[in-house]
């Protein structure tokens, strides 16, 4: 190190000496038109030269939902993984914060309130243990900014949305549109621009890290609802003044107030990623991503920018995998083969995922297919499956309670469904026709974070990591002041920001907590009188 540290936890204020130069969900459908299955096409024969296996190539996934039966009792929890492990999967995602309350008893927030609950069951738990001793990896699935939905609120006084809901005055955290609205749909989300409520939801996260075996979380919903026009509380607006130094109301189109709603998105990741790697630095990190309509050709990051992904949602996911805050990105690429745009939106955003998971640590972000079962009939879950495989990705089914657009329509029976696409995704060729273990351990095991304090304003700050002498990284400070990097080299690094900076080494393995940064903002001038 290169100073002497001696209460590692307390702020550090440094002296003038050290002062800087200057240097630079619920998983929704997605292209979803009232349009009937044509006749899927014949899959292609298998590529004799297939792509070169990456971190993630032998994942073969199922998310298992919590909107109906599967997970509420002993007896289905069974029932889901033996059927899991018939058809072949090597990993269950499994759906464990619903709506801001939980399938299991140990979390920070409130368990699912369900009469089909038995009391004292703790299906996570349960689901965990089952599918480790089948030798199935079990990824928790957080849904993080979606809470609530009215028509199925949550019962428990303990519950966000009856604690910082519509209600609550200046202690709520929902999102807003300019008119002060918040449902999108029937459902609530929460802002991720209000310190509060972020706070909220890494803690919630956490909490599954800290409690329980599992091999994983995947955050969906990290993002602002569909739209354009959500983050429009009073708290998050004054953050933004205060940040940017930027007045009045920003328009919903306004470029610039659209990139720091993405930075508080990306922020969330960050923090929720960091601290989960603090606990355990071999579990995997994932998010659920979006990929509306037409891809951006493969490398095209600017192509990227003008996607509703980018624009509307507010997801830089090609920037998570970068900088090693996800470790495995699973495309909600949910589309139609029968309709031709759609399979060349699926073929696309595969594409161009693979084409961006490269590092500058030299680690490559794992990446997965995740295909709509629950929209096509079999033989199209197949090929899509087969597709993403080819090209060297995984793959993940929407999902084990709706594996047909015959069983999703009331028209077939779940297990007739499950029973249509074992058999075509375990013919010869396709993706489940032999059994495969997925063994990778996650390209981040290793991070850096740290806090500034003492100052109203500690979000919206550059933050820059330096390795020999040189730049090797950037970030920006959140609400609460946290910063972090996760894909750098291991070895002495060198943190500087508002005039302060502070050594320390990453280790191989592991997050280094950097002692809290104590910031003097030094006030502006007073005017001199007039005539002087």
Not at 71 to 91: H, M, P, S, Y
Not at 274 to 285: G, I, N
Not at 386 to 413: F, I, K
Request: a positive charge; aromatic letters at 8%.
């Amino acid at each position: 190190m290169t100073f002497l540290l001696l209460r590692r936890a307390a702020p550090l204020l440094l002296t003038s000496a050290l002062a800087l130069t200057a240097v630079p969900g619920q998983v929704a459908a997605q292209e979803v038109p009232p349009t009937p299955e044509a006749a899927p096409p014949t899959p292609a024969p298998l590529a004799s030269a297939p792509a070169p296996l990456a971190s993630g190539a032998n994942l073969r996934g199922l998310w298992i939902d919590a909107f109906g039966p599967g997970l509420k009792t002993r007896a289905q929890v069974t029932q889901t993984v033996n059927d899991a492990a018939r058809l072949g999967v090597n990993t269950l995602f499994v759906q464990a914060i619903r709506r801001a309350d939980c399938l299991c008893l140990k979390a920070s927030v409130p368990a699912v309130t369900d009469p089909d609950l038995p009391a004292g069951f703790d299906p996570l738990r349960e689901v965990t243990a089952q599918a480790h001793a089948r030798g199935m990896r079990v990824i928790a699935w957080v849904s993080v900014t979606g809470v609530a939905n009215t028509t199925v609120p949550n019962s428990n006084p303990a519950h966000v949305m009856r604690l910082h809901g519509p209600d609550a005055g200046a202690n709520s955290w929902l999102a807003r549109r300019p008119n002060g609205t918040w449902l999108e749909g029937r459902d609530a989300w929460l802002d991720a621009g209000i310190p509060a409520a972020a706070e909220y939801m890494t803690q919630a996260v956490v909490s599954l890290v800290r409690n329980y075996p599992v091999d994983g979380v995947q955050l969906d919903r990290i993002r602002y609802p569909d739209g354009e026009v959500w983050g429009y509380d009073a708290k998050t607006l004054a953050r933004y003044r205060a940040e940017t130094g930027r007045a009045g109301t920003p328009a919903t189109g306004d470029p610039v107030w659209a990139a720091w709603k993405r930075q508080q998105v990306t922020n969330l990741v960050r923090r929720i990623t960091l601290e989960s790697k603090a606990l355990r630095p071999d579990l995997w990190v994932s998010a659920a991503t979006i990929t509306y309509q037409t891809a951006p050709r493969a490398g095209d990051l600017v192509a990227f920018r003008r996607t509703r992904t980018y624009g509307d949602v507010l997801q830089d996911w090609p920037e998570w995998m970068r900088a090693g805050l996800i470790d495995l990105n699973v495309l909600m690429n949910y589309k139609r083969d029968a309709l031709p745009e759609q399979a060349d939106w699926f073929d696309g955003w595969n594409a161009f995922a693979l084409s961006v998971r490269a590092r500058p640590d030299g680690a490559q972000a794992a990446v997965a297919a995740g295909t709509a079962m629950y929209l096509n009939d079999p033989a199209v879950t197949a090929a899509q499956a087969r597709r993403s495989v080819q090209a060297g990705m995984g793959w993940v089914g929407y999902s084990y309670r709706t594996p047909t657009a015959d069983v999703y329509g009331q028209r077939q029976a779940a297990g007739q469904g499950l029973n249509a696409v074992q058999a075509v995704l375990s013919a010869p060729g396709m993706p489940l026709e032999r059994p495969l273990r997925w063994t990778d351990a996650p390209p981040t095991v290793r991070g850096l974070l740290g806090r500034v304090t003492g100052t109203a304003a500690p979000g919206n700050r550059t933050v820059q990591a330096w390795q020999g002498g040189q730049v090797v990284a950037e970030a920006l400070t959140d609400a609460l002041g946290y910063y972090g990097f996760a894909a750098l080299p291991p070895g002495k690094t060198e943190v500087r920001v508002s005039g302060q900076r502070w050594a320390d080494t990453i280790p191989e393995r592991g997050v280094v907590r950097l002692p809290d940064l104590l910031v003097r903002d030094t006030p502006p001038l007073p005017a001199l009188p007039a005539g002087r």
